[in-house]
């Protein structure tokens, strides 16, 4: 399978994330529009960064971080916390996470964030002590 690989936001709605959301995690009803545009597009630190995969012009997984700016001996440090990522059940087990999780990273590092904290659930945790 050949994926296409993009910014958040540039090929994918809000609609979009809560839908592969609903199929991805069953029930969950907090990754919704409204909640989606606060954080993505309203945090006062700055806007998502991260990347989406699509097979075939459909949203098949999704990685976002958040800026965050934390303060230590009273400097600024740019940083992010790692927030949403669904695969769509279809696309499980292809290395998306990872390659979309390194493309963030990429661009992260690019923009000067310093660091990027995340806390990881038992799907992911794997992937982020092995990666």
Known sequence: MSYKILPVLDNASLSDYENLFKKSFPGNKKLNVKYLD?????????????????????LAAHYAVIPRIYKFNRQKILSALSLNTATHPNHQRKGLFTKLAKQTYRTCENRGIKFVLGVANQNSIFVFEKK
Do not use: C, M, T
């Open 38 to 58: 606060w954080i993505y597009n309203q945090n006062p630190h700055g806007k998502v960064i991260g990347y989406d995969a699509f097979f075939e012009n459909k």
